[in-house]
């Protein structure tokens, strides 16, 4: 996994850290690194099932949620951090800084 622009390169068979809420949370957050979402719970392990379009296919304890593969907001900690998060609303990164709207 890896983000450029705001998008996450995801493959089958990577595990990630996710948002554990419902599907109707808006945050579709995922992040390298564990941690908490932006909205505020803790992110859990996802592995990809498949990945097209935008979307991945998230398995998380059985279950399968989609995820959005490009994000509003992404890690703003540069090229040298490893955290690799994205968002799709504001709040924190997975390694604690702050995430920063794509332009």
């Known amino acids: 996994a890896a983000v450029e622009n705001g998008k996450i390169m ?3 068979g990577d595990v990630v850290n996710v948002c554990g809420c419902s599907e109707g949370c808006p945050c579709d957050t995922i992040s390298r690194k564990d941690g908490k979402c932006s909205c505020g719970k803790a992110l859990v392990k996802g592995k990809g099932m498949s990945v097209e379009d935008g979307k991945a296919m998230i398995d998380i304890n059985g279950k399968q949620r989609v995820f959005k593969t490009t994000g509003k907001f992404q890690c703003a900690c540069g090229p040298k951090c490893n955290c690799d998060t994205i968002s799709q609303k ?14």
């Open 90 to 103: 504001g709040g924190m990164c997975g390694c604690g800084k702050e995430l920063q709207e794509v332009k």
């Open 10 to 12: 995801l493959k089958a």
